[in-house]
């Protein structure tokens, strides 16, 4: 049973656009929520992370959205840029454990 | 600061061999994660450390495969024997113990097994 969808496996935008890259999850008791960028062959990289007691967190051209109620984040990159195209994942945890359940993830390109 | 770093980045043996993959976490962290990457499944944890200790090795597939941590500054997962379908990318991470902090992974060990 997935706990964390990406339900989009992959998306293209055009440079200077907004990416808007969506995650759901099924576990209500989770709190704690992050987004990774990975490159071919790199390992994910941290990129934003947002706790249940926000509803938005901003990071330069980075703004990752919770809406608790809907079980549902998403990741706003904006303007959007040809460096930003790699596969981005979204992970969530109860913050008791250390465990982080990952979505399956949604390659962005962005097109120049 | 260096980050963690894994060995080998590529390994290609066949079936039956003995693998064993290293990792150096972040000096200072004091968690440290063992992953497996594949297209069907995506990320799975298989191995959670904290202070050298092995928390949860409920991932772990099978006896197979073996984890250590003999120091805070090195970690093995070892698979013996392989088999064809353990081929994926293993990726260490490590983080700041137990509280709302990211982990940070390695670049991955690209195994495949013949």
């Not at chain 1, 990752?64 to 930003?84: E, W």
């Not at chain 2, 959670?48 to 093995?76: L, Q, W």
Request: hydrophobic share 35%.
């Amino acid at each position: 049973d997935q706990q964390v969808k990406q339900n989009s496996p992959s998306l293209s935008v055009q440079e200077g656009r907004i990416s808007i890259l969506n995650c759901d999850y099924t576990n209500s008791m989770f709190d704690y929520f992050l987004w990774y960028k990975k490159y071919p062959a790199e390992g994910p990289t941290f990129l934003i992370s947002i706790s249940s007691i926000k509803d938005k967190n901003e990071d330069g051209r980075f703004t990752v959205f919770l809406n608790k109620s809907a079980k549902h984040l998403s990741l706003h990159i904006v303007p959007s840029q040809p460096g930003d195209s790699a596969v981005y994942f979204c992970a969530a945890r109860n913050s008791g454990t250390y465990k982080y359940i990952f979505g399956t993830g949604t390659r962005l390109k962005v097109l120049a | 600061d260096a980050g963690v770093i894994q060995s080998p980045r590529h390994e290609v043996t066949e079936m039956g061999q003995e693998v064993t993959l290293r990792c150096k976490p972040i000096s200072g962290h004091n968690s440290l994660f063992w992953y497996r990457q594949t297209m069907m499944r995506g990320l799975e944890l298989l191995i959670y450390f904290n202070n050298n200790v092995p928390i949860d090795d409920s991932g772990m597939p099978e006896d197979r495969f073996s984890a250590k941590m003999p120091n805070a500054s090195f970690s093995t997962l070892k698979i013996q024997p392989s088999e064809p379908r353990d081929s994926a990318v293993y990726f260490c991470a490590s983080s700041l113990g137990q509280v709302n902090q990211p982990q940070h992974f390695g670049d991955g060990t690209r195994l495949s097994i013949l």
